[in-house]
């Protein structure tokens, strides 16, 4: 006679044993709803987190172990938060029964998934999860990604005979007068002018020192005292 075991049913079928630590955080949940107390409040938050957490472990267990991209933990404080990044993280709503999935971004945090079960955040932080993983898979590719390098000359075909592959490409040529080159003695010409008006300047300016030096001497003297 076979023996049966509690997790067997009448069946034969085996159930997945109960978690006790599950329940007892349940048990927490509802006696801290029935007791209107601020401390109490703040361990079913703790309660609800943990038990999200529990239900995570399985996808987190899925996860590639070269992937640093989450770190996974729960934040006791005022607001207690369970953490999936730097950028995302799960806390309850004001009526401490929902759960908010949030996201840090540049134009303020945003909403990603609001939901009273635990089985719909675990999807929505599973999908985020997901985009994430993609987003680095793309990132990687383009970085490892060598560039293009330039197209050298059309390969020579062997069926082509000597004096096909002998001829050089027609270019079109543009439509219209050509522009007439400038002229080198132009451009001699024209640096010439320009060292002249440069001297020219400083030939000025030199006078218009020596004129104000000399108005200043003259003022000076007239101020000065007679010698006794």
Same mark, same amino acid.
């Given at each position: 006679?076979?023996?049966?075991?509690?997790? *067997?049913? $009448?069946?034969?079928?085996?159930?997945?044993?109960?978690?006790?630590?599950?329940?007892?955080?349940?048990?927490? %949940?509802?006696? !801290?709803?029935?007791?209107?107390?601020?401390?109490?409040?703040?361990?079913?938050? +703790?309660?609800? +987190?943990?038990?999200?957490?529990? !239900?995570?472990?399985? %996808?987190?267990?899925?996860?590639?172990?070269?992937?640093?991209?989450? *770190?996974?933990?729960?934040?006791?404080?005022?607001?207690?938060?369970?953490?999936?990044?730097?950028? !995302?993280?799960? *806390?309850?709503? $004001? *009526?401490?029964?929902? /759960?908010?999935? %949030?996201?840090?971004?540049?134009?303020?945090?945003?909403?990603?998934?609001?939901?009273?079960?635990?089985?719909?955040?675990?999807?929505?932080?599973?999908? /985020?999860?997901? #985009?994430?993983?993609?987003?680095?898979?793309?990132?990687?590719?383009?970085?490892?990604?060598?560039? #293009?390098?330039?197209?050298?000359?059309?390969?020579?075909?062997?069926?082509?005979?000597?004096? +096909?592959? !002998?001829?050089?490409?027609?270019?079109?040529?543009?439509?219209?007068?050509?522009?007439?080159?400038?002229?080198? #003695?132009?451009?001699? +010409?024209? =640096?010439?002018?320009?060292?002249?008006?440069?001297?020219?300047?400083?030939?000025?300016?030199?006078?218009?020192? =020596?004129?104000?030096?000399?108005?200043?001497?003259?003022? =000076?003297?007239?101020?000065?005292?007679?010698? #006794?």
């Amino acid at each position: 006679m076979a023996l049966r075991t509690p997790n *067997d049913d $009448h069946d034969g079928t085996s159930h997945p044993s109960p978690d006790f630590r599950a329940a007892v955080r349940r048990a927490r %949940v509802e006696e !801290a709803e029935r007791a209107d107390v601020v401390s109490d409040l703040r361990g079913a938050e +703790l309660a609800r +987190l943990e038990l999200l957490l529990d !239900a995570l472990e399985p %996808v987190l267990a899925q996860l590639p172990a070269d992937v640093d991209l989450f *770190d996974v933990g729960l934040t006791h404080g005022l607001r207690p938060r369970l953490f999936i990044d730097m950028i !995302a993280f799960v *806390d309850m709503g $004001h *009526d401490k029964r929902h /759960y908010r999935f %949030v996201q840090d971004t540049r134009h303020g945090r945003v909403i990603l998934a609001t939901s009273e079960g635990v089985d719909a955040t675990v999807e929505a932080i599973m999908d /985020y999860m997901a #985009r994430r993983l993609v987003d680095r898979e793309k990132a990687l590719a383009s970085a490892a990604m060598p560039p #293009r390098p330039n197209e050298g000359p059309m390969p020579h075909n062997e069926g082509l005979s000597p004096q +096909l592959d !002998a001829t050089p490409p027609l270019t079109a040529e543009p439509s219209g007068p050509r522009p007439r080159q400038r002229r080198p #003695r132009r451009r001699w +010409l024209s =640096w010439l002018v320009g060292v002249v008006i440069d001297y020219l300047g400083l030939i000025a300016l030199c006078v218009i020192v =020596w004129f104000v030096i000399r108005a200043i001497g003259q003022h =000076w003297q007239d101020w000065m005292p007679p010698p #006794r």
